[in-house]
């Protein structure tokens, strides 16, 4: 069943191709976030909840602000009978219901799968746990760097024997949430054959082992422990980062035409006839002799000089950019990968716009993350709750309102 319009503060210029799912948002931290961002992006009508204690001091921080973009918020303590009665009529109207909460806690607050699927049978229900569903970890707490320890992450990111790295960003969290999202949309695809809906879910393990995608078939398909790499291609050379003049040089020219346009521009015509580099196994058993010859050519110019040189000769490069030179950078600029909104507590603020373009779809962030509470009357209202039944949950507490002129 789809809800009533949204009044959207920037609504596209036609429906968006989710515009007809109405989800329900029960995630929490980052990786269930990260999946309903997905569906909100493209036009869903996303009914966040939270708690009625949700201190709105909390939901201006960047992270927060980027992850609940194109949503509204409604508060509601599950805690209580009538909490979980609204909530299971949200339920029996919605789509979609996405958390990422532990098994016995979706049971106890009453939204596990068995009940709400009696209750909609129609509904799709989205998890994401840290270890699985079931399972000897089913009930641990889990987040991305524990993951990200477990899953392998770490035994293969970092210098050789330098000791496990984690990767610098929550790599488990959004590849578990966009994972979801596809199940999700997947599901929704066959309900329109079959009628009834089902339970998708997934964890940060699987997730983040689907992630190291080619060194996990390493042990897989060959039983080989992949080792510490550092900046280099764990199996092509030479593909990694190399200092410059003035700073650091990534360069993958391991095979084919770009190997030889590589040595070609760095002023070492003969390397491609040389015995020791003449294959690319050759040149990952002498890598390091390799390295060194890359090493001494780059130095004798900038980072600059080299991204321009080998691009034109058609070798992949680039520099290593911190956040300030990311945004800055002219094709990111091109790309529009900022965007702008409007906070009604923090103000105008730039988001991170949703990595995915359909052609001829309004991708704009329609509205900013909402605070705690903003939008619970309006989402009562359209959920079929009279004004004095809206009033009551509010007076006991089950709901709370939040409004501009709270602040």
């Known amino acids: 069943m789809t809800a009533a319009p949204n009044n959207e503060t920037h609504p596209p210029s036609e429906p968006l191709p989710l515009a007809d799912l109405v ?24 009914v966040r909840i939270e708690s009625p204690d949700t201190s709105p001091k909390s939901q201006v921080s960047p992270d927060y602000l980027n992850l609940h973009r194109n949503k509204r918020g409604l508060t509601l303590d599950l805690k209580t009978d ?25 049971r106890t607050l009453g939204f596990d799968w068995e009940t709400v699927s009696a209750i909609n049978p129609r509904l799709v229900m989205g998890s994401i746990s840290g270890f699985g569903q079931t399972g000897p970890y089913a009930e641990r707490g889990g987040v991305d760097q524990i993951a990200q320890g477990l899953a392998g992450m ?13 990767a610098g960003a929550a790599v488990s969290d959004v590849a578990a949430g966009l994972q979801l999202a596809v ?21 940060l393990v699987e997730s983040m082992i689907g992630v190291l995608d080619f060194q996990a078939a390493r042990w897989t398909v060959d039983h080989e422990v992949p080792p ?39 002023g070492e015509p003969d390397l491609p006839s040389d015995e020791r580099f003449i294959s690319p196994a050759a040149r990952v058993e002498n890598h390091a002799a390799l390295t060194e010859i890359i090493v001494n050519a780059l130095a004798t110019n900038d980072t600059a000089h080299w991204v321009t040189a080998l691009n034109d000769a058609g070798v992949p490069a680039g520099p290593v950019n911190d956040m300030r030179e990311v945004f800055e950078d002219e094709q990111v600029r091109h790309l529009g990968v900022a965007t702008p909104t409007h906070h009604p507590v923090s103000g105008p603020i730039d988001v991170v716009r949703n990595a995915t373009t359909i052609e001829g779809v309004d991708d704009s962030i329609r509205r900013p993350s909402p605070i705690a509470g903003e939008h619970s009357g309006e989402l009562l209202r359209q959920f079929g709750f009279d004004d004095e039944a809206v009033a009551e949950l509010i007076e006991d507490g089950v709901v709370s309102e939040w409004r501009e002129r709270d602040q």
């Open 23 to 46: 989800v329900i948002d029960l995630s929490v931290a980052r990786a269930g976030p990260t999946a309903v961002r997905q569906l909100a992006d493209w036009g869903a009508d996303v």
């Open 82 to 106: 009538a909490g979980r009665s609204v909530l299971h009529e949200l339920v029996g109207q919605a789509d979609v219901l996405i958390e990422n909460m532990r098994p016995r806690v979706k």
């Open 183 to 203: 199940g999700i949309l997947v599901a929704i695809h066959e309900r329109q054959r079959t009628g009834r809906g089902r339970w998708v879910h997934t964890s």
């Open 154 to 166: 770490m035994s293969v990111t970092g210098l050789p024997d330098g000791g496990p790295v984690r």
């Open 228 to 266: 510490q790499a550092g900046n280099d291609h764990p199996t092509l050379r030479p593909m990694g980062l190399y200092p410059t003049a003035d700073g650091h040089l990534n360069v993958a020219a391991a095979w084919g035409r770009m190997w030889t346009s590589f040595c070609e521009v760095i």
